[in-house]
């Protein structure tokens, strides 16, 4: 199985839909995944998700499966935490890398990493656990049985490609489930920009771990000429 991560394009966070660049991000990596022929399409059950999941739905005449779990507004509860004036962003974004790497974290488990200060009370254990059990779910529909941390067992015929076009703090949070990651190793060294594409390689048959073949790819928007700005601040 080939399963594709994919955040939503270029958002307008007030009506909770995409701008006119946003729209142009989703109607690219809509043609990309059409090409790439997936076969079932999952989102996020809020709007921005769905919008960037609707080009490819039309190209391929389906309607998309909603996944709770992916919304972002349970993993803002999740590992949002305080910035200050008033306001919340996600743990990740709102401290240097740097901080989540030292010496006593590089190799702590989630709830090593919850304890200590550098969490800032984000309660990841928390959603880790509703993402992987989602996720678990999700897996096991499609023929994957989770039989270590990060070892599947594949059913016969297991060998679909699946897209599911999600959020930042969700697809986070997942990617890490997926590669049997803390959390807080793979955000302080990964990312994750509006439309951008994450590829997973599961095993057709017998028992392996996942393996991922692209992570934050963006080379849809290259190849239609948009905009290669991360999370548009970085232009690269």
Request: proline residues 6%; charged residues 20%.
């Amino acid at each position: 199985m080939i399963l594709y991560v994919v955040r939503h394009g270029d958002p307008d966070y007030a009506v909770d839909s995409l701008t006119p660049l946003g729209r142009r991000q989703a109607e690219a990596v809509g043609r990309r995944l059409a090409a790439a022929r997936v076969d079932r399409v999952f989102s996020s059950p809020l709007g921005r998700a769905r919008a960037t999941a609707q080009p490819l739905c039309e190209l391929l005449h389906r309607e998309p499966a909603i996944l709770d779990w992916v919304a972002e507004d349970h993993a803002w509860k999740d590992i949002a935490v305080p910035v200050g004036a008033g306001r919340d962003d996600f743990v990740y974004n709102a401290f240097p890398g740097r901080t989540f790497k030292t010496d006593a974290l590089l190799n702590a488990s989630p709830e090593v990493f919850e304890a200590d200060p550098a969490a800032h009370g984000a309660h990841v254990t928390r959603g880790l656990a509703r993402v992987g059990a989602g996720s678990d779910r999700l897996l096991a529909e499609l023929g994957y049985e989770r039989i270590s941390r990060a070892v599947y067992r594949a059913a016969p015929g297991s060998d679909e490609r699946i897209a599911v076009f999600c959020h930042e703090g969700a697809g986070m949070l997942w990617m890490s489930w997926l590669l049997g990651l803390s959390p807080h190793l793979f955000w302080s060294g990964f990312s994750f920009t509006h439309s951008a594409v994450s590829i997973f390689q599961f095993p057709v048959s017998g028992e392996d771990c996942a393996r991922c073949l692209a992570l934050c790819d963006t080379s849809h928007l290259y190849a239609e000429g948009l905009p290669l700005r991360h999370h548009n601040r970085i232009w690269y």
